[in-house]
């Protein structure tokens, strides 16, 4: 699986700012005003986090194996 370069920006900032600031956010608002679901919820986007984290690494050693590829191919 190949990302474009900005869906990859995007989807990292996502699961490496965006997605850990909203969970520390909700169970922070949660604890302090009693919200409902507040661990599920914070556990569910837990999850989502490392999963999109370990697609991204995924990608992201996918795309170094193909450079190391190409790089070969134009010295050889």
Aim: proline content about 5%.
């Amino acid at each position: 699986m190949k990302l474009p370069n900005k869906v990859y920006d995007v989807l990292k900032w996502v699961a490496m700012v965006g997605l850990p600031a909203t969970t520390t956010l909700w169970l922070t608002l949660a604890s302090i005003w009693g919200f409902p679901y507040a661990e599920p919820i914070g556990a569910t986007l837990g999850a989502v986090t490392v999963f999109l984290g370990a697609l991204l690494g995924i990608s992201s050693i996918q795309y170094a194996k193909a450079q190391e590829v190409e790089a070969g191919e134009e010295d050889g």
